[in-house]
Structure formats: C-alpha cells, structure tokens
C-alpha cells in the first residue's frame, strides 16, 4: 500500500521559516519524481514544486520560487520543503505526492502564516 505522510507543519510569523517531512512507504520511492501540493481552504489544489529521482535541483511554481526548496533523501525513503520567507498567501495543507497526481496524495500537514 502506498503511503505519503507529510509532516512539520505549523504557524509561523510572516518571513519566517518551516521545513516539511515526508515519508514515503509501499513503494520503490526512488524510481519515482515526487512533488509538493497545497490547498488553501475553498481553493483548488495548487502544484507547488517537484523534483527527479535522484535529486538536485527541484522545478517550482512561480509563486514560490526562490523562497522555497524541495529535496530528498531516497535512502530515508523521505522528500523535503524547505519554506523561507513565508507570506499570508503561503497558508494552505501541503501534501506530497508520487509524479504530480493529487489523487496519490496522503495525509497532509497545516502551514499557517500569520501575525
């Protein structure tokens, strides 16, 4: 059974930072490209970034390039989302997924960004 577990959510202040966990189980994590979602409440869900299998530089939205960066460690079976310079607008449940289907997407983990 595939199973994706995001973790490391929070509130944080505006320009402040979080980094998200996800651990992946059920399958051969590193044959596959893994990405980030989120979902603000009443919004559709939004791609957020992805990254190959054997790692190095990720692909992201325009909306959080340059303050976010996704990474992995396939021996830990586990993908990362290092968010800098938080905004309001970053507030939503951010999911990782397998490739960038939505519908592999597991538990989710909160990111509040407010004052």
């Known amino acids: 059974e595939v199973q994706l577990q995001a973790c490391g959510g929070g509130e944080v202040q505006p320009g402040g930072s979080l980094r998200l966990s996800c651990a992946a189980s059920?399958?051969?994590?590193?044959?596959?490209?893994m990405s980030w979602f989120r979902q603000a409440p009443g919004e559709k869900p939004e791609w957020v970034s992805s990254?190959?299998?054997?790692?190095?530089?990720?692909i992201y939205a325009d909306s959080v390039k340059g303050r976010f960066t996704t990474s992995r460690d396939n021996a830990k079976n586990t993908l990362y989302l290092q968010m800098d310079s938080l905004k309001p607008d970053d507030t939503a449940v951010y999911y990782c997924?397998?490739?960038?289907?939505?519908?592999?997407r597991g538990q989710g983990t909160l990111v509040t960004v407010s004052s």
């Open positions: 990254i190959g299998r054997a790692g190095g530089a990720g």
């Open positions: 059920g399958f051969a994590f590193s044959d596959y490209t």
């Open positions: 997924t397998r490739q960038s289907d939505f519908g592999s």
